[in-house]
């Protein structure tokens, strides 16, 4: 499909390298149904694609290749990079975002996130030797590979046979693994992307990660 998009690198390590890929089309009106959209995320492969349906509100609607998501990390925080947003509304809610040197962050809360299933392993090395699983639960795999220092090793199964077999990094689950440690976190996910999180007042949990552009 033919239709104008940006693809940034969400959650990048310290050199710029890794990073989930992500699709942005800021004039969501060239997709005008879920239908449309859809084909689009299928057609780009990405783990999501994210359409900008009023850039003054912030206002976002969000795709797999398969499924639409009221929330969802990397195309939030994505969005709220490329667009220079002080507040992104997905369906989920509104989320507030703060640009702080290199890193964006954005405010959300964890019951916004998808269900996924956290499984912790005794070790970084047994969460790096692990096989794709066949389709079925959406899992978290992750270890400490630094309890004190709130350092992790994480990778994630969407396990939806749709292509995507490993995310590459996964913000909604990095909420969810915060809220249930209520601490922060340092989370180095797939590759090596770098994924940042802290508790808040209310139950809201920051996240925050690098953003690159790719190509537009």
Known sequence: MNIAHDVLAVFCAADGRYGNLLGVVRD??????????????????????????????????????????????????????LLDLEVVNPPAGEVWVRHDGEFTWITARPEWAPPRTLR??????????LDVPPPGDWVYAWAWEDEAAGRVRARAFPGRGDGIDEDEATGAAALLLSARLNRALNITQGRGSQLLTAPGPDGFIELGGRVREIRR
């Open 120 to 129: 912790q392993y005794a070790s970084a090395a047994e969460v790096e030797a």
């Open 28 to 81: 969501g009106r060239v997709c005008p149904d879920e239908a449309s959209r859809r084909a689009l995320a299928r057609d780009l492969g990405f783990s999501e694609t994210v359409f900008v349906d009023d850039p003054e509100r912030g206002a976002v609607d969000i795709h797999t290749p398969t499924v639409r998501l009221p929330f969802a990390g990397h195309p939030v925080v994505g969005a709220a990079w």
